[in-house]
């Protein structure tokens, strides 16, 4: 069994709570999820479906999610960044590939930071 919860985040209150088997994947909760705009999604990398992501983006939402390693991307711009406080870098990019383009037209914005204990990129 698995328990999908969305957390409103001003009280820290569940406003989706999800009962599935274990045979469920967790990226199929997200056509479950009640749009509620503005909304901040923050997801793990099991949730990455870009047609799924890009659907929240059309409605309004946000989402930040972990990128994989095998994802493919134009890098469109390159923002400054601060070092001392962590960020490795500040991009807006295109995903390129072989289904992406259809699933999500628009750019994305893409930063990596330095995790504090880990001392290792940790690329959204």
Same mark, same amino acid.
């Given at each position: 069994?698995?328990?999908?919860? %969305?957390?409103?985040?001003?009280?820290?209150?569940?406003?989706?709570?999800?009962? @599935?088997?274990?045979?469920?994947?967790?990226?199929? /909760?997200?056509?479950? &999820?009640?749009?509620?705009?503005?909304?901040?999604? =923050?997801?793990? $990398?099991?949730?990455?479906?870009?047609? +799924?992501?890009? !659907?929240?983006?059309?409605?309004?939402?946000?989402?930040? !999610?972990? *990128?994989? +390693?095998?994802?493919? =991307?134009? $890098? &469109?711009?390159? =923002?400054? !960044? #601060?070092?001392? *406080?962590? /960020?490795? +870098?500040?991009?807006? %990019?295109?995903?390129?590939?072989? !289904?992406?383009?259809? =699933?999500?037209?628009?750019?994305? #914005? *893409?930063?990596? @930071?330095?995790?504090?204990?880990? *001392?290792?990129?940790?690329c959204f």
């Amino acid at each position: 069994m698995k328990l999908h919860t %969305l957390l409103d985040l001003r009280g820290n209150i569940p406003t989706f709570i999800h009962i @599935s088997d274990g045979k469920v994947h967790d990226v199929n /909760v997200l056509d479950l &999820l009640p749009l509620e705009v503005p909304a901040l999604f =923050a997801t793990d $990398r099991r949730y990455l479906d870009f047609s +799924r992501l890009y !659907t929240l983006h059309q409605a309004g939402a946000f989402f930040v !999610t972990r *990128a994989k +390693r095998n994802m493919k =991307a134009h $890098r &469109l711009y390159s =923002a400054p !960044t #601060d070092r001392v *406080a962590g /960020v490795i +870098r500040d991009q807006l %990019l295109r995903w390129t590939g072989t !289904t992406v383009p259809t =699933a999500t037209p628009s750019c994305c #914005d *893409a930063s990596a @930071s330095k995790h504090p204990i880990l *001392a290792k990129p940790w690329c959204f």
